[in-house]
């Protein structure tokens, strides 16, 4: 039955949209410019776009939405740019803006500057994809457009995401490397607006030399968080619950990006006690252990490199420092870091992130699907109880929090 219903709400879409078609040739030229507006933002719809609106004013004509169908957001962005292109874009001397949401929060907008080469090209080509613009600002659009309704809502629809866990260390002068090989899937779901609730089950593997407590099925993250947007190119997410590392507790995140929008300032703070899974049964210690990290970083566009500059505190109160040197590509990202804390040997190493396929897909309500990524990072100096932190959602990585740079996704339309 559901497959049927799925079927007839396609073929109807269609017939409504062959039925604006035959009635073009009544409109008067602003009209049927609407109509076409209203056509492509339904075709964004059957493309599997989330959460999308379109409105128009006498300055500006808006689209919203969520790219959920293309696992990369520049290689998704840039087909939704392309059919907009092709139907989309308003009378000449309006301006377009596409705002993006991530989980229904609005991260960043393209705006459109007609040129006499882009008008010229075909959709899909460099010169039309160059006279799109990315940035941090929304302008005025977003406070016009956030209460409309919005079509193929992402609210409430279920993904069971599995993201593979490899551990690696190297205590044994016998052994090269002592293994422990996890599947975590975990159910992810959004109720309203920002908010996640994720809840993960660990599943071993291979376990060689993590204790016989690693190699048993049990919970791993179970956590509710809550992103928001503030004013003023700010960022901010909450969340509560069990972390990785044997970590519970409370954690908030803001990430700020100045007017030049190179340059952005982080600040962390969590309070966070241990606990631990043995099967299913939760141990926990009421000892409260505050953990800091405030820094800033900056992006060099012409090479999609970011450098960042922490000051942290880590979970056994020392405080000390790190840079991060990171290169972002279409599939990966790759790059070094170095930490120096009080009365700990100075550390470093690599990590990369990488993407993993499929690229593209669609969800209904129900989707099972591999993580976004897979990454690792490794610890040359082999240290074992120093610079500990941990992590307040199972995707938060270097690729994760770059996917939305304006400098990037600038990058990705134009060589895409």
């Known amino acids: 039955m559901n497959r049927k219903s799925s079927i007839r709400a396609i ?8 039925f604006f078609l035959l009635l073009l040739p009544m409109f008067t030229k602003a009209q049927y410019n609407k109509v076409y507006a209203d056509i492509t933002a339904n075709m964004l719809v059957d493309m599997g776009f989330e959460n999308v609106i379109w409105s128009e004013d006498e300055k500006e004509r808006v689209y919203v939405l969520e790219n959920t169908p293309w696992r990369l957001q520049g290689v998704g962005l840039a087909h939704a740019i392309d059919r907009i292109q092709k139907t989309g874009l308003p009378e000449k001397g309006k301006s377009c803006r596409i705002v993006v949401l991530d989980n229904n929060i609005p991260q960043i907008s393209l705006i459109y500057t007609a040129n006499p080469d882009s008008l010229k090209a075909a959709p899909g080509s460099y010169a039309a994809r160059s006279a799109w613009d990315a940035t941090y600002d929304l302008g005025d659009s977003w406070d016009k457009v956030k209460k409309e309704y919005r079509m193929n809502s992402s609210l409430f629809k279920v993904d069971v995401v599995v993201y593979p866990e490899l551990y690696l260390k190297n205590l044994i002068i016998t052994q090269i490397y002592q293994v422990l090989f996890n599947l975590s899937p975990a159910i992810e779901v959004s109720f309203w607006n920002g908010m996640k609730l994720t ?17 048993k099925i049990h919970p791993g993250m179970v956590t509710l968080s809550q992103s928001f947007r503030l004013p003023y190119r700010t960022f901010a997410r909450a969340s509560v619950g069990l972390f990785n590392a044997d970590r519970y507790g409370v954690d908030l995140a803001v990430t700020h990006h100045l007017k030049d ?57 020392e405080i000390g420092g790190r840079i991060d040197l990171i290169r972002h590509f279409r599939y990966c990202s790759i790059g070094f870091y170095a930490m120096k804390a009080q009365g700990a040997l100075k550390n470093g190493g690599f990590r990369f992130q990488v993407a993993l396929p499929p690229y593209k897909y669609k969800r209904k309500n129900v989707r099972v699907l591999p993580s976004d990524n897979w990454g690792m990072s490794y610890n040359a100096g082999n240290e074992r109880y120093y610079y500990k932190g941990y992590k307040a959602s199972p995707n938060d990585n270097i690729m994760q929090q770059n996917q939305f740079n304006p400098y990037f996704i600038k990058s990705e339309l134009l060589n895409f």
């Not at 993960?200 to 030399?209: A, C, L, S, T």
């Open 261 to 317: 929008e190179r340059f952005s300032l982080e600040g962390r703070i969590g309070c966070t006690g241990t606990g631990s899974w043995q099967k299913f049964e939760y141990h926990y210690g009421t000892h409260q252990r505050v953990t800091w990290s405030l820094g800033g970083s900056f992006y060099w566009p012409k090479y999609n490199t970011q450098v960042s500059l922490k000051a942290e505190q880590y979970l056994l109160g």
């Open 11 to 18: 073929l109807l879409r269609k017939e409504c949209l062959l």
């Open 199 to 215: 809840a993960q089950m660990v599943f071993p593997i291979y376990n060689d030399g993590y204790g016989p407590w690693a190699g």
